[in-house]
């Protein structure tokens, strides 16, 4: 069987450091499972998500040129479903920033879907802050301050 980027084999691990895991795999090979490439969660200990004899999933994410095979465990499997109505973006604690880069509380009223839409509220924005701008430039020119 030739390991080649990109092959799913199964393996078992032969040893376990704080960097990672070693996974025997078929042909009397070896190969390392980075502690980045174990799981989609953190790791903060490789003990917490494998144990020495366990059989594994890898997928072949890399050969150096000194032959050394990388797997990950992660790739071989598919990714967690993400949370309902999550958009992949936003700030913690359901703070997002705004256009003008103030925050908006929790309630924030519903986004613009469209190019036109957000182009608008944009406009609307901007000619708010030109016209409050400008009166204060009358007042202040007006109580002889400068110009």
């Given at each position: 069987?030739?390991?080649?980027?990109?092959?799913?084999?199964?393996?078992?691990?032969?040893?376990?450091t704080k960097f990672g895991?070693?996974?025997?795999?078929?042909?009397?090979?070896?190969?390392?499972?980075?502690?980045?490439?174990?799981?989609?969660?953190?790791v903060n200990d490789v003990?917490?998500?494998?144990?020495?004899?366990?059989?594994?999933?890898?997928?072949?994410?890399?050969?150096?040129?000194?032959?050394?095979?990388?797997?990950?465990?992660?790739?071989?499997?598919?990714?967690?479903?993400?949370?309902?109505?999550?958009?992949?973006?936003?700030?913690?604690?359901?703070?997002?920033?705004?256009?003008?880069?103030?925050?908006?509380?929790?309630?924030?009223?519903?986004?613009?879907?469209?190019?036109?839409?957000?182009?608008?509220?944009?406009?609307?924005?901007?000619?708010?802050?030109?016209?409050?701008?400008?009166?204060a430039e009358r007042r202040?020119?007006?109580?002889?301050?400068?110009?």
């Open positions: 069987m030739e390991f080649g980027v990109g092959t799913i084999v199964e393996g078992k691990v032969t040893g376990i895991a070693f996974v025997s795999l078929p042909e009397g090979k070896s190969g390392l499972v980075h502690i980045s490439e174990i799981a989609y969660s953190y003990k917490d998500h494998l144990k020495e004899g366990q059989e594994v999933k890898v997928k072949v994410i890399g050969i150096d040129e000194n032959g050394r095979i990388n797997l990950s465990i992660k790739k071989a499997m598919d990714p967690p479903p993400r949370p309902a109505g999550h958009a992949g973006h936003g700030r913690p604690g359901g703070r997002d920033r705004g256009f003008n880069g103030g925050f908006r509380g929790n309630k924030a009223p519903a986004e613009p879907t469209t190019f036109e839409d957000r182009l608008k509220q944009f406009m609307a924005s901007s000619d708010s802050k030109l016209s409050e701008l400008r009166q202040s020119s007006r109580r002889g301050g400068r110009r």
